[in-house]
């Protein structure tokens, strides 16, 4: 983002965790509640972009041995004449997704959970600064009539 | 509720293939990944000095390698601009759009037409003000209750392909601001419902938001049972298209409700059999995912119960004999659809009863309401209308 702009940039989705980066603006005056946000915000970014790209890379890495176990049992190659990848089709898969989401299900709830609390905090917070901003603005627009 | 009708999102509901998602990438994909790090590069030197430094170079390398998406839809379907830094300003112009897609503008058009079928299979004279009311009411609570869903979801609809788009993943309108937009929709909406219809519309309308937002969007994760309780808030607006006409919960709010719940099943289990990859990596707990078997079983099952329900709409009174007539083709369709689904649980069967149900409702739909039961005769007729405005009188004065 350029130095002079004055506002967040988000950015496009990271490659492992897909989600999207935001990069934020301090302000020069930047008030108490204002920091509080914006720490929050950074540090939910970063836990979130932790758990996610965990999760992503996990996923793909247990799919690939899976799929490599299953064609080794059925005596497949990982790649057919042409060069293609061998692939399971989707029911096979089916026993891989179940798997994987059940080994999963703790993990998930206690992201759940945390991810619940820290969107509804950030959501707070925003109102709270919004509502600083606004008599801000009030009090400055008092003294300059 | 449980997903979007809409015709475009249906279509890239085809789901990724079953290959083996790269670790590698399509070359097509590598050149646009050269010319977008130059793009970034010359960007990054001129940070603000700040002492966040150190987030910065974090972010700096995940941008570097930030291009480009694992999979060839995306790439596809996303536009160049999304691949690049925008500003996190608000755009006027962009609102109404926004909105648009943050209150599920399309699927809340579909709600608003099964809650008009309610009122229009209602029993009781035409009232165009109760209906224009009580259809705006069910619109606004509906947009209330989808925004507020994509508000507790980011970071999920982030991760799967049919959701990435959505306003609050790209950053189009804050979290704040989705919140105070579903609030000035959902307050509004049963105010409106509660004062301007009846109550009991009102009381439905509120429980049914509390029951997407608060129970079924948490649910989607934790637990199957999710989606009967979203078959639930799907047969919730008939009903309260009915009560608005009628002012009371009878036997026939309580069937057409029945039959948009059983409609449910065949039309979501489909569509989820398509979607498994993505539930399984996001954690999100589904039929298609943990019992195959089930899902199916209760696909063709409540199938067959639409048929049952149909029998059923003559003895209530509703509809004339006609109805489970001239429905049975339709019914017995999506029940052979639902039969080959469970049988071949495949890929193709799924996407035909997927594809059936958006068809089947709306047919089946106009078609009870073409054998509705004739008015009662004219004295009768006569008597009721008295007896409505008397009762309408009786709910606006305070």
């Known amino acids: 983002p350029p130095a002079h702009s004055c506002n967040d940039w988000i950015g496009p989705p990271d490659k492992y965790s897909n989600l999207r980066p935001v990069?934020?603006?301090?302000?020069q005056n930047e008030s108490l509640l204002e920091r509080r946000l914006r720490e929050l915000r950074e540090e939910t970014q970063a836990w979130n972009q932790r758990f996610w790209a965990r999760q992503n890379v996990s996923f793909q890495q247990e799919k690939e041995e899976f799929i490599y176990s299953r064609l080794k049992a059925k005596g497949l190659k990982m790649r057919d004449e042409t060069g293609q990848k061998a692939t399971l089709n989707a029911e096979e898969m089916a026993d891989f997704y179940k798997d994987f989401l059940s080994k999963n299900f703790?993990?998930?709830?206690?992201?759940?959970?945390?991810?619940?609390?820290?969107n509804f905090t950030i959501t707070f917070l925003m109102g709270q600064v919004a509502l600083e901003r606004a008599l801000r603005w009030l009090r400055w627009k008092k003294k300059n009539i | 509720y449980v997903t979007q009708h809409n015709r475009d999102l249906s279509q890239r509901a085809k789901p990724k293939s079953d290959s083996?998602?790269?670790?590698?990438?399509?070359?097509?994909?590598?050149?646009?990944e050269k010319?977008?790090?130059?793009?970034?590069?010359?960007?990054?030197?001129v940070h603000q000095p700040s002492s966040e430094t150190s987030t910065r170079n974090e972010l700096r390398e995940?941008?570097?390698?930030?291009?480009?998406?694992?999979?060839?839809s995306s790439v596809k379907a996303g536009s160049k601009e999304e691949r690049q830094w925008r500003e996190m300003k608000l755009q006027l112009d962009d609102l109404p759009g926004i909105l648009a897609r943050l209150s599920k503008i399309k699927l809340t058009a579909l709600v608003v037409s099964t809650a008009s079928a309610g009122f229009a299979m209602a029993p009781v004279p035409f009232d165009l003000t109760c209906f224009l009311l009580a259809s705006l009411g069910t619109g606004l609570a509906s947009c209330a209750a989808n925004s507020i869903n994509q508000f507790f979801e980011v970071p999920f609809d982030s991760n799967m392909n049919r959701t990435k788009n959505r306003p609050l993943v790209r950053g189009q309108i804050s979290p704040l601001l989705a919140v105070c937009f579903a609030a000035s929709c959902g307050v509004p909406g049963i105010a409106l419902l509660t004062l301007g219809v009846n109550p009991l519309t009102g009381a439905l309308g509120a429980f049914n938001i509390f029951l997407y937002t608060c129970c079924y969007t948490p649910m989607k994760r934790m637990s199957i049972a999710n989606t009967w309780v979203g078959a639930v808030?799907?047969?919730?607006?008939?009903?309260m298209g009915w009560t608005a006409a009628t002012g009371s919960l009878d036997a026939g709010a309580v069937l057409l409700g029945g039959i948009l719940y059983s409609w449910q099943f065949p039309h979501f289990n489909a569509l989820s059999w398509g979607l498994r990859e993505d539930y399984s990596r996001g954690g999100y707990c589904m039929m298609s995912v943990t019992h195959p078997g089930l899902c199916r079983r209760v696909a063709l099952r409540h199938c067959l119960a639409l048929i049952g329900l149909s029998t059923v709409a003559p003895v209530l009174d509703i509809t004339t004999w006609t109805f489970p007539i001239i429905s049975l083709p339709i019914n017995l369709y999506i029940s052979y659809l639902g039969f080959r689904f469970y049988r071949d649980a495949d890929r193709s069967s799924s996407r035909k009863l997927f594809f059936c149900s958006l068809w089947h409702l709306p047919l089946l739909l106009l078609v009870m309401f073409t054998c509705k039961k004739p008015f009662l005769e004219k004295e009768e007729k006569g008597d009721l209308l008295s007896g409505n405005h008397g009762r309408a009188l009786e709910i606006r004065l305070p």
Do not use: C
């Open chain 1, 23 to 27: 990069i934020f603006y301090v302000p």
């Open chain 1, 106 to 118: 703790r993990k998930h709830m206690h992201y759940n959970r945390d991810w619940y609390k820290r």
């Open chain 2, 20 to 32: 083996v998602a790269p670790p590698f990438h399509e070359s097509q994909q590598l050149d646009q």
């Open chain 2, 35 to 45: 010319t977008v790090m130059h793009k970034i590069r010359p960007i990054s030197p």
């Open chain 2, 62 to 72: 995940m941008t570097s390698a930030a291009e480009v998406e694992g999979s060839v």
């Open chain 2, 233 to 239: 808030v799907g047969a919730i607006p008939p009903v």
